[in-house]
């Protein structure tokens, strides 16, 4: 892609590469702190080269960053035995109170009986409400349709959604999702119940991605420090002249 850029100075190139790669530094340090949450996905970012074509200095590159974006292919399952914790094979998402879309299916039941989140917002179930558990519950069984019974029968069904486009989602924080189109009901999600999927992060590549980009951000540096320390020479060159 060509874009019209200023005129070529090795400045605004180290700055330029800067730019792009403070935004990127961020997002790999995101994804190693939650490497370990459960359903957080990957954060990476998109940027292109933006070409300047100079006849008297031949063709210039700068960098510029397009925008950051999620990677939503799913995590492992991983077994946890535990009632609450359910988990959904494939790229759909539970939705919490205030409208929240997450894969972190580490939920809880609170002290009035309702599957919660781990931060405390309602697991909300097909019809968009709370899903409580009746007290005399012996047992809680979820099925691979997310249906929730007790001996009794089915108490609800719990919500499994996705959107057409997931680019439109934004990104809150702890792995929760605020939806700006409407919501699809998703039709061939597996509900397992004693599981939590955990991160789509790779630690090792992202620590090597991290240290890549700590060098490359050095070595923009370091083309600054040389671009600044020649233009003073020549200021200062240029002073006793009396040019």
Do not use: C
Request: hydrophobic content about 35%.
């Amino acid at each position: 892609m060509v874009l019209s850029v200023p005129v070529q100075r090795s400045a605004t190139v180290a700055l330029s590469l800067q730019e792009t790669l403070w935004p990127q530094l961020e997002a790999t340090a995101s994804n190693l702190a939650n490497s370990t949450t459960s359903g957080f996905k990957r954060v990476y970012a998109e940027s292109i080269e933006a070409k300047y074509q100079n006849q008297a200095n031949g063709n210039v590159s700068y960098v510029t960053l397009m925008n950051l974006n999620h990677d939503f292919s799913p995590g492992a399952l991983k077994p946890t035995g535990n009632t609450y914790d359910i988990a959904i094979s494939g790229d759909d998402f539970f939705q919490v109170e205030g409208g929240r879309l997450t894969q972190n299916g580490q939920f809880r039941l609170s002290a009035e009986g309702t599957i919660v989140g781990p931060s405390g917002e309602a697991l909300l179930s097909t019809g968009g409400g709370p899903i409580t558990i009746p007290i005399d519950s012996n047992f809680v069984h979820i099925s691979p349709t997310g249906a929730v019974s007790n001996q009794n029968g089915v108490i609800d069904t719990i919500g499994v959604f996705t959107v057409a486009d997931k680019k439109t989602l934004q990104y809150t924080k702890d792995g929760y999702y605020l939806p700006t189109d409407e919501l699809i009901v998703s039709e061939s999600a597996t509900v397992h119940q004693g599981y939590i999927m955990e991160s789509n992060v790779n630690p090792i590549e992202e620590t090597v991605k991290l240290i890549e980009i700590q060098r490359r951000y050095e070595q923009a540096e370091k083309l600054l420090k040389e671009s600044y320390s020649l233009a003073s020479n020549v200021i200062h060159i240029s002073s006793k002249s009396g040019l």
